[in-house]
């Protein structure tokens, strides 16, 4: 997710593709109590997707804590937690999941992470970690799900090109904005069940251009390249160690993706757009070749998976087609932050507030369903959401609390999902699902421990307030993304 305006990217990663299940045409018919078959591979036929049942609508969740999660107690993860999760996710009709590949450690410890990382050091692994990632590939092909992995990250909360960036620089000092702290007040007297607050104090919080633009030396820094295409490789080539599927042979992985939100790197002079969030055209951005490069180099490994950018669409027109007309990219995607880039105050109450979120994000998804149809691909809702009714927390201990209500964001979910449902059902439509971020499922702020690497494992990565944005398996949000899944399935069942 992302933190303030336009610059404030997303620093999250979403990622959920879903099945819909059991239907003559467009389900997955996961068949004897087995989802997805290693060689039943998604493909992309005009602007829809396919499998061997037929089109494929993805009904998703962000799941990025997925390998984490569901490694062994001693590296700080929740196997009960994962598996009554995925069944949770699968009995709300979720056929796909946005999980992070990928998440990088550092010689000291840094704030606001992932932890234990993927990665260690360049080319240092912990296998345990790894077997965590196998764990929900598995699980998730067992339940008909497929994943989009994500390789990489702009942001802060996995390591991402900053800490690339640092390791080929003598590690050098990442200079991080202002993040979500933990250990800041305010707190509850027992150690590590408090909540935290934004650190400006503490810290010398840069500002988030200063960040990218030292993040974003990982587009041209070769040791970085390096680093990145190794570890690709790793990944791609990993055998499985419950299943025994070779990652770029197993089906349940639909999309491999370049990074979370990679952000243009060209400083642009002005911002366009009723909003400020579009940028100019800039033909000699690195971004560009650094796509065409990744993408290709993917490709040249895992010819039958797909690939993707990770791109929100923020940026306008030009950056969107500039970043995905190449013939190594299979679809487009977008993030739609109506709070982050000032569109909705999670604090105000009135319905203007509301209703303005709700334009905006309808006419995002036209918007960008026209960019993706004028370059001939799909394009995927892969990161959107909304906070809770959190005035009702005003003078409360902590402004995320679960027990404020969900109508704005249940009213804005229905929107916006059925923004995309419709478009996927139109004639010149280019959507293929939707995505929303994140789910925390049995996480509760209220009830918030952080374990021995200082995680919570809410759906905010550790960089953002925990309870922000997470759909809790309890929400109204979980039925609405249900709902799109039996729609979905009873349009494609009629023969669509
Ligand atoms: C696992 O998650 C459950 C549900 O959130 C929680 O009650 C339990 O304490 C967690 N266990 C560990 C070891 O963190
Ligand atoms: C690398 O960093 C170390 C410790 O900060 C410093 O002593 C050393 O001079 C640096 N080396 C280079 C080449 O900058
Ligand atoms: C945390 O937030 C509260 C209320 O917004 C503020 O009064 C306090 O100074 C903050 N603490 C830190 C450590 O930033
Ligand atoms: C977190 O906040 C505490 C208390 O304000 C401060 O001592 C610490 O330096 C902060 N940590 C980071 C990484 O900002
Ligand atoms: C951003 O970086 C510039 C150049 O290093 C520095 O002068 C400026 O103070 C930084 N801004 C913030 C907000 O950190
Ligand atoms: C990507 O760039 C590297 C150099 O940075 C080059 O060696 C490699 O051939 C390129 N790969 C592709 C697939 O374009
Ligand atoms: C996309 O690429 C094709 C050729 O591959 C080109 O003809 C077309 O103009 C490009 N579209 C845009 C918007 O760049
Ligand atoms: C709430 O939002 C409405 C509509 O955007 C605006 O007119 C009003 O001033 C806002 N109220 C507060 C307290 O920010
Ligand atoms: C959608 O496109 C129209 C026409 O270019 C533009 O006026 C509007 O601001 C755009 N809206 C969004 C949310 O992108």
């Not at 804590?65 to 001693?74: G, K, P, T, V």
């Not at 009830?447 to 809790?472: K, M, R, S, T």
């Amino acid at each position: 997710m992302i933190t303030s305006t336009w610059t404030s990217a997303l620093v999250a990663a979403a990622f959920v593709p879903s099945i819909v299940s059991a239907v003559p045409h467009g389900g997955h018919s996961p068949g004897k109590g087995h989802g997805i078959a290693a060689d039943d591979f998604v493909s992309v036929d005009g602007f829809k997707l396919k499998d061997r049942q037929g089109t494929v609508y993805l009904t998703g969740l962000n799941y990025w804590s997925c390998m984490n999660l569901a490694a062994d107690d001693h590296v700080g993860g929740n196997y009960s937690r994962f598996i009554t999760e995925l069944d949770q996710m699968k009995a709300h009709g979720v056929n796909h999941l946005r999980i992070m590949a990928a998440s990088e450690g550092a010689p000291t410890h840094q704030p606001f992470r992932m932890y234990p990382a993927l990665m260690e050091s360049p080319g240092n692994y912990n296998e345990a970690i790894f077997v965590g990632l196998d764990r929900c590939l598995n699980e998730m092909s067992k339940r008909g799900m497929r994943a989009t992995m994500t390789l990489a990250n702009e942001w802060q909360w996995s390591g991402g090109f900053g800490q690339y960036v640092s390791w080929a620089t003598n590690n050098s000092q990442i200079p991080y904005p202002s993040s979500w702290n933990l250990t800041a007040n305010p707190q509850r007297s027992e150690p590590g069940t408090g909540w935290g607050n934004y650190t400006v104090e503490g810290v010398d919080a840069e500002s988030y251009g200063n960040f990218t633009a030292y993040a974003n030396r990982f587009y041209t820094i070769p040791k970085c390249q390096e680093w990145y295409h190794a570890h690709i490789s790793k990944i791609l080539n990993r055998v499985n160690t419950v299943n025994g599927r070779k990652y770029k042979e197993d089906a349940t992985v639909m999309t491999w993706q370049l990074a979370n939100e990679p952000q243009p790197a060209v400083v642009p002079t002005e911002y366009l757009g009723p909003y400020s969030l579009e940028l100019p055209a800039a033909p000699e951005d690195v971004i560009i070749p650094w796509v065409k490069n990744s993408s290709a180099y993917i490709k040249s490994l895992a010819p039958k998976q797909l690939v993707n950018v990770g791109f929100e669409g923020k940026q306008g027109k030009w950056y969107f087609q500039a970043v995905h007309n190449f013939s190594t990219v299979d679809y487009g995607t977008t993030h739609c932050w109506v709070q982050n880039w000032g569109v909705y105050d999670m604090l105000n109450s009135s319905a203007t507030n509301l209703e303005a979120a709700k334009s905006f994000a309808t006419a995002f998804v036209a918007n960008s369903s026209e960019w993706s149809r004028e370059i001939g691909k799909p394009v995927f809702l892969e990161e959107f959401g909304m906070a809770r009714n959190n005035w009702e927390n005003s003078g409360k201990e902590y402004p995320y609390l679960s027990s404020a209500g969900t109508s704005n964001k249940d009213e804005y979910f229905t929107t916006i999902i059925g923004a995309t449902m419709n478009d996927f059902k139109s004639e010149i439509g280019t959507y293929v699902g939707s995505c929303p971020w994140a789910y925390g499922g049995l996480y509760r702020p209220e009830i918030q421990h952080a374990n021995a690497f200082g995680e919570v494992w809410a759906g905010d990565p550790p960089h953002e307030a925990p309870g922000w944005y997470d759909l809790y398996d309890t929400d109204e949000a979980m039925n609405i993304v249900h709902r799109q899944q039996q729609q979905i399935a009873q349009y494609l069942s009629k023969g669509h």
